[in-house]
T-cell receptor
Framework: DGGITQSPKYLFRKEGQNVTLSCEQNLNHDAMYWYRQDPGQGLRLIYYSQIVNDFQKGDIAEGYSVSREKKESFPLTVTSAQKNPTAFYLC???????????FGPGTRLTVL | GQQVMQIPQYQHVQEGEDFTTYCNSSTTLSNIQWYKQRPGGHPVFLIQLVKSGEVKKQKRLTFQFGEAKKNSSLHITATQTTDVGTYFCAGPGSGGSNYKLTFGKGTLLTVNP
């Protein structure tokens, strides 16, 4: 069953702790993306990767880091430098030559 | 950077009424995409428009791309409770790159049965 998986669905962390969100896809897509969604704000791009071992900052990269060591995986680390980390995080992927993005189910992060 | 403005932010309708959401860009778009996100869910691609003046239909949904390729609309005829959700438009990122998308803030549609 092909698709994008994000785990966990809900995540709670204490303020000051780093946390890594998982995103895995078995669609053989080259490009992967991380978005943050806040109520009334739409989707804002954090980081994206067009190919393995390469990634670029999006519009709101401060306080976040990523890696792309494998085509299937694009984990996002929310660091303690991110001032307002509580949000819904969505991972997406896109095949080459097609503009449509496929989204995972999302992780809702709450920092207490 | 590139901005895509979407209105209205919210729309509440009675079941059977029509619904329209509008998307506007200050720059010409090479294409525009529409996504739907059900409450508690994730965005799902609906359609992409590429040509000036293009109109596409999916059952009760009609999508239009403006002649100047700076605006787009999604119209739903005779809404049903299954139409509930947030509808987003998205255009290419800054510099016209298709690697990135710039999303509008979305229109939340609620339908009273």
């Amino acid at each position: 069953d092909g698709g994008i998986t994000q785990s966990p669905k809900y995540l709670f962390r204490k303020e000051g702790q780093n946390v890594t969100l998982s995103c895995e896809q078995n669609l053989n897509h080259d490009a992967m993306y991380w978005y943050r969604q806040d109520p009334g704000q739409g989707l804002r791009l954090i980081y994206y990767s067009q190919i393995v071992n390469d990634f670029q900052k999006g519009d709101i990269a401060e306080g976040y880091s990523v890696s792309r060591e494998k085509k299937e995986s694009f984990p996002l680390t929310v660091t303690s430098a991110q001032k307002n980390p509580t949000a819904f995080y969505l991972c997406a992927s896109r095949p080459s030559g097609i503009n449509e993005q496929f989204f995972g189910p999302g992780t809702r992060l709450t920092v207490l | 950077g590139q901005q895509v403005m979407q209105i209205p932010q919210y729309q509440h309708v009675q079941e059977g009424e029509d619904f329209t959401t509008y998307c506007n860009s200050s720059t010409t778009l090479s294409n525009i995409q529409w996504y739907k996100q059900r409450p508690g869910g994730h965005p799902v691609f609906l359609i992409q428009l590429v040509k000036s003046g293009e109109v596409k239909k999916q059952k009760r949904l009609t999508f239009q791309f403006g002649e100047a390729k700076k605006n787009s609309s999604l119209h739903i005829t005779a809404t049903q409770t299954t139409d509930v959700g947030t509808y987003f438009c998205a255009g290419p990122g800054s510099g016209g790159s298709n690697y990135k998308l710039t999303f509008g803030k979305g229109t939340l549609l609620t339908v009273n049965p």
